[in-house]
């Protein structure tokens, strides 16, 4: 792709530069910017980037894409074209849907196999064991981190090159959304982990949110694949009842019979293991991080592997090799031999229980969660923060530890089920969080941190893991 190319499909203005410029690695933050980078800048709620472009160019940039509205009294183009003679400036109406616009077009240069994922909970971590799975066979592109939105996916697909397969996830907060990026990535097959509560403040109702989940079929190809999990009461219930007749399906589960289930389920806090029987053979998988999600998320790696012709020795060993991204259940123990369960990127019901589940199942002397608040969950926060405090009872969780004023709702409950009132402790700040978490967790002992993103609980993992 030139920047004749970025002109065209953007309807964009050229104020200085060379139109046979070729766009190679893109980026919307300064910082990333290296020789030869193309900068586009992206207006944000306390800063434009648009007005950085210079820093930018200073870094390296030969190519900015401006948003017009930002800079045009602000930027001469004779001055310009004197002062960068070597780097391409194009003018757009916006930038973030130049940005699609790129992405799109990028997307229609390649006929590759690509993967779209998306869920309530669980998108990062199949991700990651589909890429792993995936990268057996093919040079395989996946989404770094949780590049996973409106401008994280475009970003995601800029940056293909020789790579033969691509692994995304697409995340939303709202209807439309999936929509979108779904029309963006043309997935030929296209994966739902489940439907859950994530975002249900924005959307209304669980209802909606399958609606919105089901939107990644938007762009998906003529003749793709919907993989779903298949014991997750919504994705069950529409596929029983309304599915497409047309529209080809692969189910997994560990409950509801699918086409991939695992049986002699065997799990521990470092791991699973189980069999599968497939094509008249029985084989045993190894799952290296703990929880029956990872069961599942390892069931639809197989389902994706088998789909691609994946022979089943590498897909066993894409399944056991996989790295996780940081921040979603990261499992480590500290210089003190306190065992740390970081999974505090992001936090709703689901996930919640889920990681309430794995800390009440682990080998531990005192099993301590430490929980903030959920965020986005609107009506239905109240209910949904009860919940888990209903899960941390369940779960026989020795020591609580929250931080917010949502999750005293947490505690409210999590007592009211039993949970005594000395193993409680409510801290204002993640500094005293912190404190309380020196002063009660002790070697041998289990400590899980789970909140929202805005709870910013990475700083307490920081200082807890010495």
């Known amino acids: ?140 592109l996946k989404t770094l981190g949780n590049y996973n939105n409106q401008i994280g996916l475009p970003l995601t697909i800029l940056r293909l090159k020789d790579q033969d397969a691509m692994v995304i996830e697409m995340g939303m907060s709202q209807k439309g959304e999936i929509s979108n990026l779904s029309k963006i990535a043309k997935p030929t097959v296209a994966v739902i982990t489940n439907v859950g509560t994530a975002h249900i403040g924005n959307l209304g109702s669980r209802e909606n949110i399958l609606r919105a989940k089901l939107e990644i079929l938007d762009g998906l190809q003529d003749g793709g694949t919907l993989v779903i999990n298949n014991d997750n009461d919504m994705l069950h219930n529409w596929y029983e009842n309304e599915a497409p007749k047309n529209l080809k399906i692969i189910t997994f589960g560990m409950e509801n019979k699918s086409d991939i289930m695992p049986y002699d389920i065997v799990l521990s806090e470092n791991g699973s293991t189980y069999k599968i029987n497939l094509d008249g053979k029985t084989y045993s998988v190894n799952v290296t991080v703990g929880g029956n999600h990872f069961v599942l998320n390892s069931l639809c790696a197989i389902a994706i592997g088998r789909l691609f012709s994946i022979d089943m020795q590498d897909i066993l060993e894409g399944i056991a090799n996989f790295e996780l991204t940081k921040r979603r ?138």
């Open 329 to 466: 259940m990261q499992v480590e123990k500290n210089r003190d031999g306190i065992t740390i369960i970081n999974d505090c990127y992001n936090a709703n019901y689901d996930s919640m229980k889920a990681a309430l589940d794995y800390l009440g199942k682990i080998n531990a002397n005192t099993k301590i969660a430490v929980l903030g608040d959920m965020l986005e969950l609107g009506d239905f926060s109240k209910s949904l923060h009860q919940k888990v405090g209903e899960e941390v009872a369940r779960n026989k969780i020795d020591i609580l530890i929250t931080v917010g004023e949502l999750a005293k709702e947490i505690v409210k409950t999590a007592e009211e089920n039993g949970l005594d009132r000395k193993n409680i402790i409510i801290c204002s700040t993640n500094e005293e969080a912190v404190e309380q978490i020196k002063k009660t967790a002790q070697k041998g002992d289990a400590v899980l941190l789970k909140a929202s993103n805005g709870m910013n609980f990475q700083e307490i993992f920081c200082k807890i893991f010495n």
């Open 1 to 140: 792709m030139t920047v004749k190319d970025v002109i065209k499909i953007c309807k964009g203005e050229l104020i200085c530069g060379s139109e046979n410029t070729e766009i190679e690695e893109v980026t919307q933050d300064t910082r990333e910017v290296k020789e030869g980078y193309t900068y586009i800048g992206m207006k944000g709620e306390h800063r434009d980037g648009n007005l950085m472009y210079e820093e930018a160019v200073k870094n390296g940039a030969k190519v900015c894409v401006l948003q017009k509205a930002s800079v045009e009294n602000k930027i001469n183009a004779k001055e310009v074209q004197e002062k960068y003679p070597n780097t391409s400036i194009i003018l757009v109406e916006d930038t973030k849907t130049a940005l699609q616009q790129m992405a799109t077009y990028k997307r229609s240069l390649y006929d590759i196999p690509v993967i779209g994922i998306t869920g309530s909970v669980g998108k990062t971590s199949t991700k990651d064991i589909i890429a792993s799975v995936m990268s057996k066979k093919f040079n395989a």
